[in-house]
């Protein structure tokens, strides 16, 4: 077996390359190292260690093959990050952990935004073929997005040589199309009922909230709850892709995510992190074979108060808007949901003031409020800055003209959800 690549890491990828496998173990596994270079596929193996090395070069990669063993806690967060920087790449991975007795999780997180999810076992369930459908799919749509031909890696099955066949064939498939494109927007409209019908405003708070998602169903969904007199619960979860796996996981979402308890004639409000931890365990007691991971900010406002707590599970941060001073990330840290059973989430407490603004958002409006320079500052966009200081219904609106007008390759569209908040008084 081949020692992993330690030193010169960026010398392996200076073009594109298929496969990335990363790895904790000192050489890379020999049956799929023989595996891949029989089927002729470009690979580079580094230790998870030096990820942070090839981060600039995602660009160049196909998909992932993460091989881990015995992790501890800290190779557990470090595997989260991994995870999270090929996602925000479109790159699909497969995770391989079976060795170390441990459940094995496969993430298909494809270009076009038909995503797949699931559970299997390289040793015991997952044959090498089983393998290289799947990094065979992961890189199609990979290499089609980028215009890179690719031979498939099963061959399209041969339809009738006839003219007859064929328009039949064509006829059958448009039909089907069409009957497809009814169900989702039927699918669309039934999610939208399970966003709130109306906001919960008051004389201290007022709210407002943009939903669109790129497709006729969305893998993002909101919520904006009151609890009791004193207290508000809001959130914004994401499920990882797109169209209909996406969708039917946040129905999953919106019914695990429970905000209170009722004992008796009393109940008890659940703290943010109480809120996340229960999720994340809802999440991986039902093992998923689809879409098994999410991300979530979860916040808790006292509207008598005016403290706001919040936790997140991998989500972008809140920011808060406070009259006369530049916009600031609220940060807390939280694993993704769905990954690690006994994942932690850290919660924070902050004092609101009147005029103060709270806005969520999920992934997909990141580019139009900022992203990370040379220097890894967080630099807002002049747009996001332009627009900061208007009412919180005006910012919402300005952020749905702002969506709709940007363009936006078809790889690239991603569904966008706002939930903003404003102290009144």
């Known amino acids: 077996m081949a020692m992993l690549q330690t030193t010169n890491i960026c010398d392996q990828i200076t073009t594109f390359t298929d496969v990335l496998y990363l790895s904790n173990k000192s050489e890379m596994d020999y049956s799929i190292k023989k595996f891949l270079r029989n089927r002729k596929v470009s690979y580079a193996a580094i230790s998870v260690d030096d990820f942070t090395q090839i981060r600039n070069k995602l660009d160049l990669i196909g998909t992932a093959i993460i091989d881990l063993h015995e992790l501890s806690l800290e190779q557990q967060k470090q595997l989260a990050r991994i995870i999270e920087a090929l996602e925000m790449k479109h790159i699909g991975s497969i995770l391989l952990n079976g060795r170390a007795n441990q459940k094995v999780k496969s993430f298909s997180l494809i270009n076009s935004g038909v995503r797949s999810f699931s559970i299997s076992d390289l040793e015991n369930t997952l044959s090498l073929e089983e393998l290289w459908m799947r990094i065979s799919v992961n890189l199609a749509y990979r290499k089609r997005s980028s215009g890179i031909v690719v031979k498939p890696a099963i061959p399209p099955k041969q339809l009738p040589g006839t003219a007859n066949s064929m328009a039949q064939q064509l006829k059958l498939t448009e039909s089907l199309v069409n009957n497809l494109s009814q169900q989702l927007q039927l699918a669309g409209l039934v999610q939208r009922d399970f966003l709130p019908s109306r906001l919960p405003d008051c ?64 109940y008890r409000i659940f703290s943010p992190a109480e809120v996340m931890k229960m999720l994340n365990v809802r999440m991986n007691a039902q093992k998923l074979s689809g879409y098994q991971f999410a991300t979530c900010c979860y916040c808790l406002l006292n509207i008598r108060t005016l403290q706001m707590t919040f936790a997140r599970a991998g989500h972008p941060y809140p920011i808060l808007i406070r009259p006369g001073s530049e916009p600031q990330h609220l940060e807390t840290r939280g694993s993704l949901l769905g990954i690690f059973e006994n994942a932690q989430f850290i919660e924070s407490t902050v004092q609101l003031e009147p005029g103060d603004k709270i806005l969520l958002h999920s992934d997909g409006v990141e580019q139009l409020i900022g992203k990370f320079n040379d220097e890894h500052h967080f630099a807002w966009t002049s747009e996001f800055l332009e627009i900061a200081q208007l009412d919180v219904a005006e910012i919402t609106d300005r952020f749905n003209s702002l969506v709709q007008n940007k363009e936006t390759a078809p790889n690239e569209v991603d569904d966008v959800t706002i939930v903003g908040m404003q102290v009144t008084s």
């Open 203 to 266: 004389p201290q708070v007022q709210w407002s909230a943009t939903f669109l998602p790129a497709e006729w169903v969305s893998g993002d969904i909101y919520d904006i709850a009151r609890i009791d007199e004193d207290h508000i619960g809001f959130y914004i979860a994401d499920a990882v892709g797109h169209s209909m796996p996406a969708a039917l996981l946040t129905i999953f979402l919106k019914q695990s995510l429970v905000m209170r308890e009722t004992i008796g004639s009393n």
